[in-house]
């Protein structure tokens, strides 16, 4: 079986790794670049860091700080997030199961509100906005953009020739924004049509619905999570 997966390149490599481990094909489209911002982070009198992806973290990792705040507890999304927190030097890492809502009430059990900001590190864009949820619930919120996502121009030639070629049987697509950049360059490369006869799997109903109409097949993790994605492409293979 044949996949395409949509991922970052840093996420891409170890999820295609894992599929192909199984038996299956992969293509790589990454159809977002993360680009740090450069940001000049302000960890004063912070009690905890939220950081709501692995590029939040791969983007703190980078600056010139990480040393002066990996005593600091850390709030994460799942565990592949928290793996790569306790990687780059965090010793007190709490991690939820794999979505930023699941992550307040784990907070709020952890942090008192006037206990002191806390640090949330995000991309420009997000599904979940964590830093109003949290300030909702009493907190100082220093909500910080660490990291840019930017589209990709174009599919690769090799992915749209498989995908005219029949040769594409689903594609791995993590968020909203990326179900819609590649029904957009599905269409400008010309593909749309055969594009439309792929299985999606989706790591949640939004990104599905972030596909548009026709609605194509879809699969919609229970979880949204790394694990329930393999599941999914087990659950396409056998089908």
């Not at 040393?67 to 793996?83: C, H, K, W, Y």
């Amino acid at each position: 079986m044949h996949l395409i997966v949509t991922r970052p390149e840093a996420d891409a490599a170890e999820m295609a790794e894992r599929i192909e481990a199984m038996g299956h094909r992969v293509s790589l489209a990454p159809l977002l670049e993360m680009r740090p911002t450069g940001t000049r982070l302000d960890f004063t009198e912070v009690q905890a860091i939220v950081a709501t992806s692995r590029n939040a973290l791969r983007a703190l990792a980078d600056g010139p700080a990480l040393d002066a705040v990996t005593r600091l507890p850390i709030f994460v999304v799942g565990p592949a997030s928290a793996e790569l927190a306790r990687e780059i030097g965090f010793t007190n890492v709490t991690a939820g199961t794999g979505g930023g809502r699941q992550l307040l009430p784990l907070i709020a059990e952890a942090c008192p509100v006037n206990g002191g900001p806390l640090l949330y590190l995000s991309g420009d864009a997000v599904a979940f906005d964590m830093g109003a949820a949290l300030s909702g619930a009493g907190y100082d919120v220093r909500h910080q953009v660490v990291y840019e996502a930017v589209e990709a121009s174009s599919l690769p030639g090799s992915v749209v020739a498989a995908i005219r070629g029949g040769e594409v049987a689903g594609v791995i697509v993590m968020s909203a924004r990326t179900a819609r950049v590649f029904v957009r360059l599905a269409q400008d490369a010309g593909a749309r049509g055969e594009a439309g006869k792929l299985a999606y799997l989706c790591i949640s109903r939004t990104v599905a619905d972030a596909l548009g109409e026709p609605q194509p097949r879809v699969l919609v993790a229970d979880r949204p999570t790394s694990e329930e994605m393999l599941a999914l492409v087990r659950e396409l293979a056998s089908n």
